[in-house]
């Protein structure tokens, strides 16, 4: 199966900063970075351009709940 590789726009950058700080002392910065470049895959081409950058951050916020739930 070939994944397909997402380069960190501003939407990923600013989220990425963003949830870092929401789950700064729970989760490393590294896990952040990859939920949030997951999630931004997942969406591309589902929700409209204007909708990414809140969208994104809401996916990824809640992939990262889930994660720290399962901690």
Same mark, same amino acid.
């Given at each position: 199966m070939i994944t397909q590789?997402?380069?960190p726009d501003r939407?990923?950058?600013e989220a990425i900063s963003r949830l870092t700080?929401?789950?700064r /002392? @729970?989760?490393p910065r590294?896990?952040?970075a990859e939920t949030v470049l997951a999630a931004?895959?997942?969406l591309e081409g589902q929700v409209a351009h204007e909708a990414? @950058?809140?969208m994104l951050h809401h996916l990824a916020r809640h992939r990262l709940d889930r994660i720290r /739930? @399962?901690?």
């Open positions: 590789q997402v380069q939407y990923c950058l700080a929401e789950v /002392g @729970a989760l590294e896990v952040v931004r895959r997942d990414l @950058a809140e /739930g @399962a901690a």
